[in-house]
């Protein structure tokens, strides 16, 4: 299909997913809505992607919401109408948080409301020190959306999720470091190319593994010991028939370099 909101680049195994409404400040149109259910489901499915890089366009990660959009729409809109619009975008929301290969969110500038919760689906995100989070929803009377309720709490604990969903206060890069929310903070320029270059390095890792991690990692905070033990056993016995794993274990008697690296970090 042809994109109007987004950019999708593939190369070398890594899709580089834009959000690119520059001119509203990336922010969520039905039109982008639509397209991202289109998209994730098909890089997904996409055996030859061994990992995504989720971006913004024009220095703006993504403004959350169309409230233009919206309001625009509230008079035709009843209570259940409201409650079907969102449960509309649940199965791709849930395609990107569940998805089995590297998540790379790159953010440059506003990453507010659903945009902030956009960053939180990724594995790894990445900062320009330009970069402000903000759960804005109680701003405009709402409560966070978009898979914040789940992620959000996941990575910085539920007290300081309560403090920043309550408070809709602005979080700067440095402070998105410090909470464990961006990865690491690098210049802009340097921003995407460092996002790529992670995602780039799971193409010689084993995907079997990468999605059992993934996977396991997701329900960790809802199992036991016990069962986290019997999915440990489980999926390590897949992994040790896989080639990935005896291939990477000839390179090591071999004396070669690791098929996986993950880039360290420069400066």
């Known amino acids: 299909m042809a994109l109007q909101a987004l950019q999708l680049n593939i190369d070398d195994g890594v899709a580089t997913l834009t959000l690119d409404r520059p001119d509203a400040r990336n922010a969520l149109s039905p039109t982008m809505k639509d397209e991202l259910a289109a998209v994730v489901p098909q890089l997904a499915a996409d055996a030859a992607v061994r990992a995504v890089v989720l971006t913004g366009a024009g220095g703006v990660f993504c403004a959350g919401g169309d409230l233009r959009g919206m309001e625009a729409a509230r ?80 990575v910085v604990g539920v007290q300081r999720a309560r403090e920043l969903m309550l408070s809709a206060r602005e979080v700067a890069a440095a402070e998105a470091l410090q909470l464990g929310i961006a990865m690491e903070v690098l210049p802009a320029e340097a921003l995407l190319p460092r996002a790529q270059a992670l995602a780039r390095s799971f193409c010689g890792a084993s995907p079997l593994a990468v999605a059992l991690v993934k996977d396991a990692l997701g329900m960790s905070l809802a199992t036991d010991l016990r069962s986290t033990l019997a999915t440990e056993a489980a999926d390590q016995a897949l992994c040790f028939e896989t080639e990935a794993h005896r291939g990477a274990v000839r390179r090591f008697l071999d004396k070669q370099p690791a098929a996986f690296q993950f880039p360290a970090a420069k400066g």
Do not use: H, N
């Open 75 to 154: 008079e035709q809109m009843t209570v259940e109408g409201w409650r079907e619009r969102m449960r509309a975008v649940q199965p791709w929301i849930r395609a990107l948080v569940e998805l089995d290969k590297p998540l790379v969110a790159a953010v440059d500038g506003a990453a507010y409301g659903a945009g902030f919760s956009l960053a939180l689906m990724a594995d790894f995100v990445l900062a320009s020190p330009r970069a402000r989070f903000c759960m804005s929803f109680m701003r405009v009377g709402l409560v966070p959306d978009f898979a914040a309720l789940y992620t959000l709490p996941r």
